[in-house]
């Protein structure tokens, strides 16, 4: 019996040819756009995003042009509650969140699966660039995608035995270039939006407009410091600022400052020097093990601390829960929120949310 592919169509170049490539493949594959936030085809601040009107409208004349049947499913509310209000509460409490990663695992990855099972779809598909594997004794692995610069397996690396059981990423054998060239041949370049940038549903350079906006009078200004304690000036509120954040401080100094520690009991900013933000070890939790059923109590593996990052490799610990990563060499801007992804290679062992930074870094 034929497999029957949910494809996630955004009206992007990448899930065109993914699901190009499955009907190619000879999947039934059956298309959805997922609305994930509520807009107007005039809402122009959202031209460009997947969260847009404009990229439904663009996703169906795609499906039209490859034959396949297409749907639009309203997540605008579990959107909402699942990723875009865990990322004003991660700002709330001092950390940097990553919505896409919250974003694959509950709305791609959990709520969009049961809607496919709905549809008769036993796999889901999507546009991203890496990889899936299997272990010799049955686990699920995940692996980048051969594209080095597109790979993505970062934003996937908090997904279960269960949900990479039934995903299909087509595009992880595949160079960006390669993919274009795809969608030139089918004719579907005419059809596809730009592609969205940073996060989906803030379209500005910065996030700081929509925190404001969304927030109001839930910021509230604070104290920044110095790393002797030494009080420089206020600021309008901790969601404002990440670790490592150098521009927009509105402090004058002799030499170059950096966000150093975000202290949420305290609503205080403290900056220091480039090397005061170099880190040596920190804590994480919540540990996703993708490689290991019980990973050992200790390990050497790569570390990625976000998403651009080149990774480093380090010692972990697992023994107590919360893990402790120890890095061969210093890095800039370990950042509490952000995602810890452990590679072996081109595999990835598991991943685990950044909780601070340890004592003397």
């Known amino acids: 019996m034929t497999d029957r592919v949910l494809a ?17 493949s000879g ?36 499906c ?26 991660e700002y709330a409490k001092g950390r940097t969140p990553n919505p896409c990663v919250q974003c ?8 969009l699966c049961a809607h496919a099972a709905g549809l008769g779809c036993n796999r889901i598909a999507t546009g991203h660039y890496a990889r899936i594997g299997r272990a010799p004794e049955g686990r699920y692995l995940l692996k980048k995608g051969v594209d080095t610069i597109k ?23 595949k160079t960006k270039d390669e993919v274009r060239h795809v969608a030139d041949e089918i004719g579907i370049l ?3 939006t730009p592609e969205s940038q940073e996060i989906c549903f ?26 002797s304690g030494k009080k420089l000036g206020e600021h309008e ?27 949420s009991r305290g609503n205080t900013v403290i900056l220091g020097e480039r090397e005061d933000a170099m880190t040596k070890s920190f804590a994480a939790m919540n540990p996703n093990w993708i490689y290991f059923d019980t990973p050992p109590e200790s390990f050497e593996a790569d570390v990625k601390i976000r998403y651009l990052h080149p990774g480093t490799k380090a010692e972990i610990e697992t023994e107590r829960g919360v893990l402790q990563v120890e890095l061969e060499e210093p890095q800039f801007a370990v950042t509490p929120g952000q995602l810890a992804v452990f590679y072996d290679g081109d595999t990835v062992l598991g991943s685990a949310t950044i909780l601070q930074r340890n004592p003397g870094h």
């Open 8 to 24: 996630a169509v955004s009206g992007g170049v990448d899930s065109a040819v993914t699901a190009h490539l499955l009907k190619q």
């Open 64 to 89: 039209d042009s490859l034959g396949i049947p297409h749907s639009v499913v309203d997540m605008t509310s579990l959107f909402e509650q699942n990723v875009v209000k865990y990322f004003l509460d």
């Open 190 to 192: 005419e059809f596809v």
């Open 202 to 227: 803030v379209q500005e350079n910065s996030y700081h407009p929509f925190l404001k906006s969304r927030l109001g009078e839930n910021l509230h200004p604070g104290e920044i410091r110095d790393t």
């Open 27 to 62: 999947f039934e594959v059956v298309a959805c756009t997922m609305q994930l936030m509520p807009c107007t085809e005039t809402d122009e601040t959202r031209r460009n995003s997947c969260c847009a009107a404009t990229g439904i409208e663009s996703a169906r004349k795609i």
């Open 104 to 111: 694959n695992r509950i709305i791609k990855f959990a709520h």
């Open 151 to 173: 790979d993505q397996s970062y934003f996937l690396a908090a997904l279960n035995q269960d949900q990479l059981r039934i995903a299909k990423f087509p595009l992880g054998e």
């Open 237 to 263: 509120g901790i969601e404002l600022y990440t670790i490592g954040q150098r521009r927009g401080l509105g402090i004058a100094g002799g030499k170059p400052l950096y966000v150093v520690d975000i202290v």
